[in-house]
């Protein structure tokens, strides 16, 4: 039913595709363009100030909190934004942990649609009320969900978002996500302590106010759904003032659910000082970090002269399908540039010193005992050739069946596995519950759980899959490839 086309048999058989159904399709389908309509500035007298979504912080140990996803409306600078959100806000609230607490939440199903939760890079169970994305909250329906963060779990940002196969992709888009902080002892320490902490979470909804905004086409859906808008905590281009000399220490999230950011700070370098899963054992200076759909950074940032300067998502091309490019799309997937934010200083000053990362050293994995390859593709989904015009998006010539195990590993192994990506697309991999690292001079360092794999390209990781026991998936982070069966299963057994 998906067989699994070599790339070469693929573009053929997409040619005969444009041929014959997709062109029509395209005619009503005048906007195509998954980049959306270019971003206009933000007039500074409309610019909202920087602010982060509510913090709900653990206390005792626990932190129990309900969460109420259901549609909103907001207000923009241009037409209204239909949306969904947690608790009346997209995105939902921090929740804010330390090793060791209990997590619940009450997840209340005010969609109109199914939904549930994951807890995206946290190392917890994925079994029973816990990190399982195999449930199904109904229209109407609570879960409580329960998670045991483990006493020797890394600080990090990470976050929640649904995973209800099918609709990941529009759900999170319509701005269902929020974020979630582990502290560690770092994060204690007195210069950490004395810099100036903030959450970013970076979402692409599409503007409109009816839901049908929520909807996208078969092509859009190929390319991965890109929004209309850029925006930062829910504000379009928000505003910022720093003071020279102190240390602003920023944790990002990619929480679109296809567009890339390939971050800048005008006249500004930036110290990497962790990744998706825990701090790096030094700091690492950079003049760009490029973020790939869930992915995360933790970057600190010393400013020191005046003036006015932008976060800017520099212009980043994902490569195409083979379709696209035939219908001279071209970049298809490629975003062009947009300001993030706006950031002042107002007064010049000496740049502080960055905080101490010396002692922290990332925990490296034993030798891997076992490989394993896995193969990024694409397939024909059947109904082509009648109109219905989608693509499938594989791993190992498959698509995705909840009720398949495509990998079984015994606990406590370490593996080394290969993604291969025999697309002209970049693809970014992302395991749940078990972090990995890595391999290759030009990797990025640290503890990751999303990876981008480039077009035509692979990338090696090595796991340790220590902890926890149970099935959970894999998949690709470009949400509407996900929900279009770029996904397996694994199971880790005792
Ligand atoms: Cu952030 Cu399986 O996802
Ligand atoms: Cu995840
Ligand atoms: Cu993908």
């Avoid at 608790?87 to 939904?115: K, S, V």
């Avoid at 010539?397 to 192994?413: A, L, Q």
């Avoid at 370490?414 to 990995?436: A, G, K, Q, S, Y």
Wanted: charged letters at 20%; proline letters at 8%; glycine letters at 10%.
């Amino acid at each position: 039913m998906n067989p699994a086309l070599s790339r070469r048999e693929f573009i053929a058989a997409a040619a005969v595709t444009t041929a014959t159904g997709l062109l029509s399709a395209c005619r009503t389908l005048p906007t195509v363009e998954p980049a959306g309509p270019p971003q206009s500035p933000v007039a500074p007298s409309q610019q909202q100030d920087f602010t982060e979504p509510e913090i709900l912080a653990s206390s005792n140990g626990l932190l129990e909190v309900t969460l109420v996803a259901a549609p909103l409306l907001v207000a923009t600078n241009g037409p209204d934004r239909y949306g969904y959100g947690y608790n009346g806000e997209g995105p939902g609230p921090t929740l804010r942990l330390r090793p060791g607490d209990r997590l619940i939440i009450h997840l209340e199903n005010q969609l109109p649609e199914a939904t549930n939760l994951h807890t995206h890079g946290l190392h917890v169970s994925p079994t029973g009320d816990g990190d399982n994305v195999f449930v199904t909250i109904e229209p109407g329906d609570t879960k409580t969900y329960s998670y045991d963060i483990p006493d020797d779990h890394r600080s990090g940002l990470f976050w929640y978002h649904p995973h209800h196969h099918g609709s990941v992709a529009r759900q999170v888009a319509a701005g269902l996500s929020g974020a979630i902080i582990v502290d560690d002892e770092l994060d204690a320490q007195p210069d950490f302590e004395a810099s100036t902490e903030r959450t970013w979470i970076l979402t692409d909804p599409p503007i409109g106010s009816d839901e049908q905004v929520l909807q996208a086409d078969p092509m859009e859906q190929m390319f991965g759904r890109q929004g209309d808008v850029v925006l930062v905590n829910g504000m379009d281009q928000p505003r910022l003032d720093l003071t020279a000399g102190t240390v602003e220490r920023w944790r990002i999230v990619n929480a679109s659910s296809s567009r890339y950011y390939d971050l800048a700070l005008d006249d500004h370098e930036m110290y990497i000082y962790g990744s998706d899963g825990g701090r790096l054992a030094e700091p690492l200076k950079v003049d760009h970090v490029l973020l790939a759909p869930g992915e995360r950074t933790e970057v600190v940032v010393l400013p020191s002269s005046a003036g006015q300067y932008s976060l800017r998502a520099q212009e980043y091309d994902r490569g195409t399908v083979a379709m696209g490019a035939m219908m001279s799309r071209s970049g298809s997937g490629s975003t062009a540039e947009a300001v993030v934010a706006t950031i002042g200083v107002a007064e010049p000053g000496p740049a502080a010193t960055p905080p101490q990362l010396s002692g922290v050293v990332a925990d490296i994995p034993g030798e891997p005992a076992s490989t394993r390859t896995l193969e990024l593709g694409m397939g024909m989904d059947g109904g082509m050739m009648g109109g219905g015009s989608m693509m499938s998006f594989t791993i190992d010539g498959r698509v995705f069946d909840p009720d398949r195990t495509d990998v079984s590993v015994r606990s406590g192994t370490v593996e080394r596995w290969t993604i291969v990506n025999t697309t002209d697309m970049d693809h970014p991999f992302h395991l749940h519950v078990w972090p990995f690292i890595v391999e290759g001079n030009n990797a990025e360092p640290g503890w990751k759980d999303t990876v981008n794999v480039r077009a035509n390209d692979s990338v090696n990781i090595v796991i340790p899959f220590t902890g926890f026991t149970g099935r959970t998936v894999y998949h690709c982070h470009i949400l509407d490839h996900e929900d279009l069966g770029m996904m397996g299963v694994i199971e880790v057994n005792p």
